[in-house]
């Protein structure tokens, strides 16, 4: 992915890029898995990973983004429909190359479009807020693991 505008140079976005970087790392491996074992593991860190990844662009990002007027309400809805498109291919166990492709897609325009159209738009207040949109994210994950066990 690009990076010509200097977004991830801000530490939200720069934690984004590298979550999506590892997810597309696992959803390559749930593709290409050889073993049932292997593919289940790979579908199972996928899908832990995306929950908190989607928790902290559904609940600080895309708010952010359309509170600023850089994207619309129905833009932001789009892509939460394609979070849970994903998401439902994944739990269905038949997640395949087009399933990854359309991920890989999903991530590109975060990353060309919604990534500097925050760099360009966020003062100090909206990059506290999508901070701490992200530790809420990884709180309530943390607490989720807690009661599991």
């Known amino acids: 992915m690009c990076d010509h505008c200097g977004c991830r140079n801000f530490a939200p976005i720069a934690e984004l890029t590298g979550e999506h970087d590892e997810i597309l790392r696992l959803a390559w491996q749930v593709v290409e898995a050889t073993h049932a074992t292997e593919a289940e ?3 199972m860190d996928l899908r832990a990973l ?7 662009e559904e609940f600080g ?27 439902r291919s994944l739990a269905g166990g038949d997640f395949i190359r087009r399933d990854y492709y359309a991920l890989a ?9 919604l990534f500097p159209a925050a760099r360009f738009a966020f003062d100090e207040e909206e990059w506290a807020l999508l901070e701490a949109a992200h530790r809420a994210a990884e709180e309530y994950e943390g607490g989720r693991s807690r009661r599991r066990t």
């Open 50 to 56: 995306l929950d908190l990844h989607v928790r902290k």
């Open 41 to 43: 593991q790979a579908r």
């Open 105 to 113: 897609a999903h991530v590109e325009d975060e990353e060309t479009d």
């Open 61 to 87: 990002l895309y708010p952010l983004l359309v509170a600023c007027g850089r994207i619309t309400r129905m833009r932001s809805d789009d892509l939460e429909e394609e979070h849970v498109e994903i998401r």
